[in-house]
């Protein structure tokens, strides 16, 4: 059983930056995800917003992004395009980009990171004891964590367990 002191279930976009930010801080931390690359069926988000080209950017990674979007002004409220070209940050826009290659640019810088990402893999089952969890995988691996964090979707198994884990399988401590 290998051990991290994170795993993350889950390679989205959520995932993703959850993986970046905490090997920058410097954990040793891990991502399962079931698809086999970021390729994904349909388009799905289309864009960035401002705050979060800005967060990006502070991680030194929004030309990244700006180098394959398209820059417009996409806010807006109540159906009313609003126009912040006029705001005080660097990046007073949108980017139209869609959600394949955000979480492929997304991948790259995690990969710089070391992070290692068991792909083609899902967490299946997961049962929490005093030092930490522990993570079955379908590939019938299991892996030892401080923390499981369930960024696996709007389905997510690890937010919500289905009633067949039985009571002793309970969530994770929640971070
Ligand atoms: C049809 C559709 C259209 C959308 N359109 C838009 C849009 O126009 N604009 C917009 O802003 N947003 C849109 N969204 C929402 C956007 O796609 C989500 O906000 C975003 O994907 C959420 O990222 P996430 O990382 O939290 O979750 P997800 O992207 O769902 O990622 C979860 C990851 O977990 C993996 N996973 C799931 N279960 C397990 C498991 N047990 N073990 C291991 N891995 C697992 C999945 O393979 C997936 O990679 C759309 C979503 C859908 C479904």
Request: hydrophobic share 45%.
């Amino acid at each position: 059983m290998t051990g991290h002191a994170v795993v993350i279930a889950g390679g989205g976009p959520t995932g993703l930056m959850l993986a970046g930010e905490l090997a920058l801080a410097g954990v040793d931390v891990a991502i399962v995800e079931r698809r086999t690359s970021q390729a994904l069926a349909g388009s799905r988000a289309g864009g960035l917003h401002s705050r979060t080209i800005e967060i990006l950017e502070q991680r030194g990674i929004a030309d990244r992004f700006l180098s394959e979007g398209q820059v417009a002004q996409v806010a807006g409220f109540a159906g009313t395009r609003l126009d912040i070209s006029d705001f005080p940050t660097r990046h007073p826009y949108g980017l139209a980009l869609w959600q394949t290659h955000i979480e492929r640019i997304l991948a790259g810088w995690v990969d710089e990171l070391a992070v290692p990402i068991f792909r083609g893999i899902q967490v299946t089952a997961f049962a929490q004891g005093d030092s930490g969890v522990d993570v079955e995988l379908s590939d019938g691996q299991s892996l030892r964590a401080k923390y499981l964090v369930g960024c696996d979707g709007g389905r997510s198994l690890i937010a919500r367990p289905p009633a067949s884990i039985s009571p002793d399988r309970i969530p994770p401590a929640a971070i």
